[in-house]
């Protein structure tokens, strides 16, 4: 069982950036791949960034690609997502997801632990 806790949204201004963290429990989230996902107000989920177990691959929607980089501390059991040049688009409640298993997975359905999200707001 692993518990997620997102953290670091805000306020920022188009083109600042913000850095999120995903705390999670465990011993064992080292073997645990792990995603980023954002919803937007009257928008699905989509998909924003990848690890893998190790943090050694990763993969970033076109949307995130150049402007986004997504990291992992195994030590500190913590996930991140650095976001430069953010623009009003981005605006969204983010979330961390995490599933068991190694590789790099795009798809909400493939996760198992959810964060509670964080809102992330980028104004004009």
């Known amino acids: 069982q692993v518990q997620l806790v997102e953290s670091g949204g805000g306020l920022v201004q188009a083109g600042g950036s913000l850095r999120l963290s995903c705390a999670a429990s465990?011993?064992?989230?080292?073997?645990?791949?792990c995603g980023w996902f954002r919803q937007a107000p009257g928008k699905e989920r989509e998909f924003v960034a990848a690890i893998s177990w190790s943090g050694g691959s990763t993969y970033y929607a076109d949307s995130a690609k150049g402007r986004f980089t997504i990291s992992r501390d195994n030590a500190k059991n913590t996930v991140y997502l650095q976001m430069n040049s953010l623009k009003t688009e981005d605006t969204a409640v983010y979330y961390c997801?995490?599933?068991?298993?190694?590789?790099?997975?795009?798809?909400?359905?493939?996760?198992?632990?959810w964060g509670q999200g964080t809102q992330v707001t980028v104004s004009p």
């Open positions: 997801a995490a599933t068991r298993g190694n590789g790099i997975f795009t798809s909400g359905h493939v996760y198992d632990y």
């Open positions: 465990g011993p064992t989230f080292r073997t645990y791949a």
